[in-house]
């Protein structure tokens, strides 16, 4: 059974940092793009960061560039999103989900692109 699994979520205050963790288990964890997505109440999801496995080319969506930071960790088959100087802005359920194969570019953030998809972890930024 293909299934993704989130942690690191949880409370800090703006300027601080969190790094969430997304284990993948069941499926072959190669050749697959990984990514990030975050929604806030109200909101549409959106995608934050995405990485290919193995060859870690990363993509970024513009709102983090310079903040995030996603890696892999392929012996453990663990993508991880490494979050800093975090804001209020930034409070949303993140969600880790898996593509198969090669994505376009202009496809990388987009959420239908994705067809395994993680429970979601909560961030919450206070000012």
């Known amino acids: 059974q293909v299934q993704l699994v989130e942690s690191g979520g949880g409370s800090v205050q703006a300027g601080g940092s969190l790094r969430l963790s997304c284990a993948a288990s069941?499926?072959?964890?190669?050749?697959?793009?990984m990514g990030w997505f975050r929604q806030a109440p109200g909101e549409e999801r959106e995608g934050v960061a995405s990485?290919?496995?193995?060859?870690?080319?990363?993509y970024y969506a513009d709102s983090v560039k310079g903040r995030f930071t996603i890696s892999q960790d392929s012996a453990k088959s663990t993508v991880h999103l490494q979050m800093n100087r975090l804001t209020p802005e930034d409070t949303a359920i993140y969600y880790c989900?898996?593509?198969?194969?090669?994505?376009?570019?202009?496809?990388?953030?987009?959420?239908?692109?994705?067809?395994?998809w993680g429970q979601g972890t909560q961030v919450t930024v206070s000012s």
């Open positions: 989900a898996a593509a198969a194969g090669t994505l376009r570019t202009s496809y990388r953030l987009h959420p239908g692109s994705y067809s395994v």
């Open positions: 069941g499926y072959t964890y190669s050749n697959t793009c």
């Open positions: 990485i290919y496995t193995p060859g870690g080319n990363t």
